[in-house]
């Protein structure tokens, strides 16, 4: 082989490994655009709703109210029977089968959307006005193009009646598409029309709190006692090797740790976020400690020695000085911790949280879902209109452990020093 | 030291958190299969405001059973959802831990249909078809061998000629629990049952291991999606499913019968069964709400022949059942232990 030939060698030899590394950065970059993709285009629908607009006579005589009205008489009106004469109204349906399939279209909530509305509208008492009421989950699915209509009618969840109805509010543009409030305000709820990731987004938040809570103290006095003040010996070292296998320990098995102690031993409620935050920070903490310990160890050691040279005593070194110079690294490592835990459905199985949970919880001890529980509870729904709900929280939660990766990332860069 | 004070603190703060824990919201274990129509009540219960929403975990029965009977006391669940009847074992574990009084409640009917494809073919097996399928030893020419089947065809002639392909639940899954008994059981041939003698009633419902059998998982949605996809694999799940799903599977005939509201209520379709919940008398009176859910729940407006549960997929009792539930419910009558 000539000089030419084994440089012409190495030359292809190189420009093929650039070629692999290519490769491999394109596979995954197409691995998440599938992924984006498919979350994106199944689940941006469950943003809004269809809505159908509705005539309503808010005259004294329809709400039964007298002359003068007092509060207890607004909370007797019968909403159900006022709600519906007016949504009768809206197309003829003769028979009983036929009146049901009509009311069948609109939201099963929608009584008390009408009481909502007026309670909050009481000085349009005596008006007409035009109100929108939530879809039914079937026809929102079907004017979102998600259920075809060009099958035999005993196979398709909207009946041929109903189909006459839906083109008829079509033609009088009495339907629309507005934004869907009660995806972030409701609980979770067995009709796809009205339930929300409110009560899921809480659940998560406390949890996370009290997360952060246990988990950055402890996590950062156990990494400042190992790195500056523990002797180095065998015991340290034992310990320092266990906090790397515990972050290796799979998660559900911080749930098992969870249920026996915390449920069996100390009895706290099930379901509750206060429960669940205590098992994320158990399996937090390690996570925690090793990112801590390696931001107190970049910190050059003049810095310590220069304090203890003007009689700094130790603990006010490491204290005044250290701790401050490694913030900035402990503080990314926390966060990165956090977003971990924020995705852990698996140790919330064993303590109860993976639950149907209608009210939005108010505090800690409430027993409250999470918001990858919900895409897991919501994912085996049988009905068709979870389907884009599972993944409007797939991008919900997608969006909060990007947010929080960012603000690492970004609290590294601008307050890490570098130290030359 | 200040670690040790950090600990300390912590754990009088557990202390001092589980004395204050007083649960005021009904809690509910159990039974996948339950789960839909549990939430649908409790929901509604919730919403007619006096009372907070229970709130319903989805565990399987065996794991609701395991929860329900481990104790008397607020820690533990009130009432457990369940695709079968209580076992006697799971009694005796109640009544380990002092749980002595339950109330048994009849929700209603489920059938378990064996579902394929709209695009497919529409089939009929039978019981004995179905075990030999899925079997994991079957009797030839007065032999156990291991499942030699591979084709539907290979069992009987008049069955499709393609491969035999099906998905099932997890063994966890009172779908499972339910099937074996049914169907496993009942289809079991005379002659595996003679050859087995006392081995029957294990080699009876075990399946078959040589992957022709797909253990599924208890995510039922993914199953019909698969279906949907392959005309030739079947799969089998609760009745509430292929009404959620008519667009996409169709349940094949068992003995010639069609999966079907009547059908189930009478037991003239094969493959039905009763699903129950338990509710523990301790808690009634203690966890408010309990005695107005059962109400709720045992309702003509829920569980009758016109109520919203069947709106969902639920078969509703047949009208003397209904009588005798409604009668248990509202007087509190205990099961025998």
Redesign the interface.
Known sequence: MTKEQRLKKRYSAEKRFKAYGIISVCAALLFVGILVFKVFSEGSGAFVKTAIQLELDLSKEKLNLPEKPTKEDFENIDFYDFAQQHILKIYPAITTKEKKELLTLFSSDFE?EVKDFILSNQNLIGQKVFFKITAASDLDQMHKGN??RD?PE????VSNFQLTIYDFLLKENKISKIFNNYLFSNGD???PEIAGIGGAMLGSFFSIIVCLI?SF??AL??AV?LEEFAPKNAFTDFIEININNLAAVPSIVFGLLGLGI??NV??????TS?VGGITLALMTLPRIIIPCRASLKAVPPSIREGALAVGASKVQSVMHHVVPLAMPGTLSGTIIGLAQALGETAPLLLI?M??????VPGTP?D?SSSLPVQVYLW??????GFVEKTSATIMMLLGFLIAMNSIAVYARQKFEKKWI | M??IK??AA?VLG??I??AA?A?D?I?I?GSSTV??YA??V??KF??SGKF??P????TGTGGGMKLFCSGV???H?DVTNASRAIKSKEKALCAKNGVNDIIEIVVGNDGIVFSHS?KAKDANFTKEQLWRALAHDVDINGKIVANPYKKWSDIDKSLPNFGIKIMVPPPTSGTRDAWNSLVMGKGCSKAYKELAGKDAKKGCPKLREDGLAIEAG????LIVNKLAADPELFGLFGY??LI????KIKAASINGVKPSLEGIQDYSYPIARPLFFYVKKAHIGVVPGIKEFLNEFTSKKAMGNLGYLTD??LVPLSNDKYKITRNSATKLINIKM
């Open positions: 008390y259920y075809t099958i005993e196979r398709r969840k709820s067995r009709n246990i103290p402890i006095l156990a006692y915390l449920l100390f009895e706290l409620p099930r379901s206060l109860g993976v639950a149907f949970v209608v009210q001890m027993p994912s085996e729904s049988a009905e068709r | 200040n670690k950090f600990i912590f557990l202390g958190t589980s824990s649960r919201q809690q274990v789960y839909p939430t649908v409790a929901e919730g919403k907070k929403t709130v319903v975990e989805s006391g607020t820690q669940p709209l208890e995510n039922d949605t509430s499913y959620g799903n008519k667009d969902i997929g």
